[in-house]
C-alpha cells in the first residue's frame, strides 16, 4: 500500500497531522488546513491509481469508485469548514486532469455547447456507453459516472416521462401534449412504435436549435404530428398558447436548472397552457444529493437541489391547488418527481 494510500486512510480516522506547512493554505485556519490536506490526498489518489493501476480491470474499477467516494467526503470536510470551491480549485487541478482523460468527463467540464446538460450530454447519459480505452483510469472514471445513481435517475426520468405519455394517450387517443426543454426528446423516441398514427399531437420546446433539429429527424413516425418550437422559458410559452390547451405537460430535468422565480413563471406559464384536469409533470434533483461533490468540483455540472416541501412551494406559488399536487421521489431516491393538475 502506497505512502499516499495510508495516509488518506489514517487521516479518516484522525490520526495523522498535517504537515507544515501545507501548500496553498497561507491565511487559512489549522482546522481549514486540515480539510484541504485531506482533500490534497483524496486528489493524490486518482494520480497514484494513474501512475499504478491494479492489474485487473475490476480491481481498478473498485478503487476509482473508493477515491470518487473519498474525494466527496474531502469536499464535504472543507465545506463544513467555509471552504468554498474557488478557494480549492488550485488544490484541485491534478484530479480535474485525470477526469478530463474520460470522453464523458470531458464533456461535463468543456460545456461544447454552451450549457450544461445539453441535449448530446443527456443522450450519452441515457445510452451509458462508456468510450474510454477500457482498463484505464479514465475508463473507470467513466464507468462509475455513468453507472452512478446520480446518472440512473435521469433515466428513470426518461422513463417515467415515456410511460406517461402514452398513458395519456390510452385515456384520450386525441391528446395535445407539450415537452418543455424537450432536448432531443429521448421519452418520445422510445415509444413513438406504440403510439397509433391517428392518436396525439405534441408541441416540442427547447432553446437549442440543434436540439429541436435532432428531435425532428427521429421521430419520424410522429411526422405531421410535432411542431418545434424554439425559444427559452418562460416566454417562449406564450408562442404555442395557439396550439390550444394541453391534457399534459412534461419538463423533464429542467428545472434543475431554474433559480426559484424563474420556477415560479415557468410553472405559472405552464399552468396557462392546460385544460382544466391537465397535467403538469416535472422532476427535480432532490436535496442531499451524495455525488454532488464529484459532479459540482470535477465535472462542473451544477444543479439546483430542492426538497419536496419546496417543490409544493413552487406549484402553489404558481397557481395550482397544493392539495391536488403530489411529489414522489424515483428509485434512486434522487430525483423529485412532481405532479400538478390545473
Given at each position: ?23 496553498g ?10 480539510a ?23 480491481t ?31 488544490h484541485?487541478?491534478?484530479a480535474r ?23 448530446e ?6 445510452d ?26 435521469h ?48 408541441v ?26 424554439h ?18 405537460v ?26 382544466p ?21 470535477l ?34 431516491g ?9
Amino acid at each position: 500500500m502506497s505512502h499516499a494510500h495510508t495516509a488518506a486512510t489514517a487521516l479518516h480516522h484522525g490520526s495523522v497531522e498535517p504537515p507544515a506547512p501545507v501548500p496553498g493554505t497561507a491565511g487559512l485556519s489549522p482546522v481549514q488546513t486540515a480539510a484541504v490536506y485531506r482533500l490534497r490526498l483524496a486528489c493524490a489518489r486518482f494520480t497514484e491509481l494513474e501512475t499504478a493501476p491494479p492489474e485487473r480491470s475490476l480491481t481498478l474499477l473498485h478503487e476509482t469508485a473508493v477515491a470518487m467516494h473519498a474525494f466527496a467526503m474531502a469536499v464535504g470536510t472543507c465545506a463544513d469548514t467555509g471552504l468554498t470551491r474557488e478557494d480549492l480549485a488550485w488544490h484541485l487541478e491534478s484530479a480535474r486532469a485525470i477526469h478530463a482523460a474520460s470522453p464523458f468527463v470531458h464533456r461535463l467540464q468543456a460545456w461544447p455547447r454552451g450549457y450544461a446538460g445539453d441535449f448530446e450530454t443527456v443522450e450519452w447519459l441515457c445510452d451509458a456507453r462508456n468510450r474510454a480505452p477500457i482498463g484505464t483510469v479514465p475508463w473507470a472514471i467513466e464507468q462509475c459516472a455513468l453507472q452512478s445513481p446520480v446518472a440512473q435517475q435521469h433515466r428513470n426520468k426518461v422513463g417515467l416521462q415515456a410511460r406517461a405519455i402514452l398513458s395519456t394517450l390510452a385515456a384520450n387517443p386525441a391528446a395535445r401534449i407539450a415537452s418543455i426543454g424537450c432536448g432531443g426528446c429521448r421519452d418520445l423516441s422510445l415509444i413513438q412504435d406504440y403510439v397509433p398514427p391517428s392518436h396525439g399531437t405534441f408541441v416540442l420546446i427547447d432553446a437549442d436549435a440543434d436540439a429541436l433539429a435532432f428531435a425532428r429527424e427521429r421521430l419520424d413516425r410522429l411526422d405531421g404530428r410535432c411542431r418545434f418550437v424554439h425559444g427559452r422559458v418562460p416566454r417562449v410559452l406564450g408562442k404555442v398558447r395557439d396550439a390550444g390547451g394541453f391534457h399534459l405537460v412534461v419538463a423533464g430535468g429542467l428545472f434543475d436548472y431554474l433559480p426559484e422565480r424563474w420556477a415560479v413563471a415557468t410553472l405559472s406559464a405552464a399552468r396557462d397552457l392546460l385544460l382544466p384536469g391537465g397535467r403538469m409533470l416535472f422532476s427535480n434533483i432532490a436535496v442531499g444529493n451524495p455525488f454532488r461533490p464529484w459532479i459540482e468540483y470535477l465535472a462542473d455540472w451544477r444543479l439546483i437541489e430542492r426538497d419536496e416541501a419546496e417543490v409544493l412551494r413552487l406549484i402553489g406559488e404558481a397557481g395550482f391547488q397544493v392539495e391536488r399536487a403530489k411529489v414522489t421521489r424515483d428509485s434512486s431516491g434522487l430525483a423529485l418527481l412532481a405532479e400538478a393538475v390545473r
